[in-house]
């Protein structure tokens, strides 16, 4: 009798265990099993839906029923406001359309160095991502990606980028520091626009066009990099940047006047002081600048 009741009192205890641990991981991590997948080709799956799996933290897995999980599908965790924080696997390559759109409390996400695509709106309205590092295999950063991520304060571009879609960094107001891969050629429209606090931005010298509104209302905005192959730098490119007192430019005078800058929407960047670019101290006096420890100076 006594072994018996020992016995019940065990399986009691242990009963109890494991729904504590069945509310926590209710709690604190989404379950794999309740996640939704589909088949994405014939070699691998992606993710379409959080399903029942309300966690605060997710972690996808990197293979499920066998296969490698490849993809997070478009609107897969659309507006799921308990999500806080999202784990990647490496086995994922593209970051769908809208995936976590208005994932208002959001606040950190490790992508891999395995996404070569960071889709259309991925984190729009992501209003509390602080954290979200780009990793170096990323080609391509679609339009609204980070749209009014406004926690974001710093981001790094890394080389592997040849795309960034229109207003992918728009309204991120928090943003104070961005540096610029050498893999882009184009800073598109309102990519940069509505960056408050973003006080110098350089842009890199494979850069030939900078459009419409890309650095549009940046208060903030004091000093910025402008290189010799820059061709056309679109109308309202620099509106609103009231801020802007350093132009530096890699080129000669002759070249910067043979820039195609549109006229309009362009008075800060044209009454901007202008500073030529040499290596070492001018004979002549006049407005020159240098780099000392990655950060322009003038001579």
């Not at 959001?106 to 309205?125: N, Q, R």
Request: glycine letters at 12%.
């Amino acid at each position: 009798m006594k072994k018996r009741s020992a016995f019940l009192f065990l399986c009691l205890i242990l009963a109890q265990m494991l729904a504590v641990c069945a509310a926590m991981t209710g709690c604190d991590r989404g379950s794999v099993t309740d996640m939704e997948f589909r088949l994405s080709g014939k070699d691998g799956y992606e993710v379409t839906g959080i399903g029942d799996s309300a966690g605060k933290n997710v972690i996808i897995p990197s293979v499920y029923r066998g296969l490698p999980v490849t993809g997070i599908g478009d609107e897969a965790f659309y507006d799921c406001d308990s999500l806080t924080g999202v784990i990647i696997p490496e086995s994922v390559t593209r970051i769908g359309d809208r995936s976590f759109f208005s994932c208002d409390n959001l606040t950190s996400v490790t992508i891999p160095s395995g996404v070569t695509e960071i889709g259309d709106s991925a984190f729009a309205y992501c209003t509390n991502l602080s954290d979200a590092a780009i990793p170096d295999g990323v080609a391509r950063i679609g339009s609204n990606a980070f749209y009014n991520c406004t926690a974001l304060e710093s981001v790094i571009i890394p080389d592997s980028v040849s795309e960034i879609g229109a207003s992918a960094f728009r309204d991120c107001r928090g943003l104070t520091d961005v540096i610029i891969g050498a893999g882009i050629t184009e800073i598109g429209e309102y990519v940069f626009s509505g960056c408050f606090a973003l006080a110098g931005v350089i842009v890199p010298d494979g850069v030939s066009s900078i459009k419409g509104h890309a650095f549009g209302d940046c208060r903030s905005l004091e000093s910025v990099v402008i290189p010799a192959g820059v061709e056309k730098i679109a109308s309202g490119a620099f509106s609103g940047c009231d801020g802007l007192t350093c132009v530096y430019y890699t080129g000669t005078p002759q070249e910067w006047d043979e820039t195609d800058i549109g006229k309009s929407g362009n008075d800060c960047l044209t009454s901007a002081g202008l500073f030529y670019y040499s290596d070492g101290q001018p004979a002549e006096d006049g407005s020159y600048w240098h780099y000392e420890n990655g950060a322009p100076v003038i001579w």
